[in-house]
């Protein structure tokens, strides 16, 4: 196997005519130089050098190594540097993927951080659900997942083959109309919605929305369902029914004609940035869910 350290040698003994002045160039012995050529030699399987007089002299086979060598000694400096430039966060790419209500809140504070921090640092930014945002990481189709999984969900995902960095704990909130009974309600309990019309968000919330009233006694009466939060939060605002939804849904949209209550017993969401343990090494990887966490913290 030829190395590009011997590659280096041969090039300064090809350009200053012998071993002992290649030595002097590289600040290295002459005997050292001698060596390297041999094993040089060795891995090339043929001669490379001629002795002639005082000079060295390059077979054909030395001088093919050598016109190779100026391109395979460039370009391993280029890829030096580069490694060097993303370990230094001068340059490297995350490719984030993150729910809706995480990308409209968390990202972008975090991505806004990390670009003032590490300007060289470009990330990408793609909107999934999980369990779909965490089978693309696993896929490797993404770096770093923004998941959500609720508290004491029958369907609770494992997430030990990942690597955690929990971000926050998102509390339900109940949704209604202004002029619903229970708009200035200090809190409620699920089970006063029990005959109310329900608007529904995604699989997954709507799926928790299921759960945690039938724990109260009721099946909810789901008139509408929409993944997207502004309308959920417009149907509540018309009239249209009652809705629970994350603090996190409710923060980046201005409620129109829709009010808060808080929701008895609690229910929580625990929201988390997810990679692969070898990508948690990788330095703008670590510097993004570094980001992540004090966006969250805020």
């Known amino acids: 196997m030829i190395e590009a350290r011997h590659l280096r040698v041969l090039r300064a003994v090809a350009a200053t005519g012998s071993f002992s002045a290649a030595a002097r160039e590289l600040g290295c012995t002459q005997p050292a130089v001698s060596q390297q050529m041999k094993a040089l030699e060795s891995s090339a399987g043929t001669t490379l050098l001629i002795r002639t007089g005082r000079e060295m002299r390059l077979t054909q086979a030395g001088e093919a190594l050598v016109r190779h060598a100026a391109g395979i000694l460039a370009g391993l400096t280029a890829a030096e540097e580069e490694v060097a430039a993303i370990a230094g966060l001068r340059a490297g790419r995350v490719r984030l993927v993150s729910f809706p209500s995480g990308s409209s809140t968390l990202v972008p504070c975090a991505l ?57 704990a998102d509390r339900l909130v109940g949704l209604v109309p202004e002029g619903h009974r229970l708009a200035d309600a200090e809190s409620v309990t699920i089970g006063e919605f029990a005959d109310e019309s329900w608007i529904a968000g995604c699989p997954r919330c709507r799926r928790q929305l299921v759960e945690v009233c039938e724990s109260a006694g009721f099946e909810p009466r789901i008139d509408f369902a929409t993944d997207d939060y502004p309308a959920v939060i417009g149907l509540v605002g018309a009239g249209l029914g009652v809705a629970v939804l994350p603090e996190l849904a409710i923060e980046s949209v201005r ?16 929201i988390v940035a997810l990679t692969l343990p070898d990508l948690a090494q990788v330095p703008a990887v670590a510097a993004t869910l570094d980001h992540l966490a004090r966006a969250a913290a805020r």
């Open 112 to 168: 806004a951080a990390l670009r003032a921090a590490h300007p060289g640092t470009r990330v990408s930014l793609v909107e999934a659900e999980p369990p779909r945002s965490v089978e693309m990481l696993r896929e490797g189709d993404c770096d770093v997942a923004l998941a959500f999984r609720y508290e004491g969900a029958t369907a609770a995902e494992e997430w030990d083959d990942l690597v955690v960095r929990p971000l926050l």
């Open 255 to 270: 409620p129109m004609g829709a009010r808060t209550v808080t929701v008895e017993p609690a229910v929580r969401r625990e």
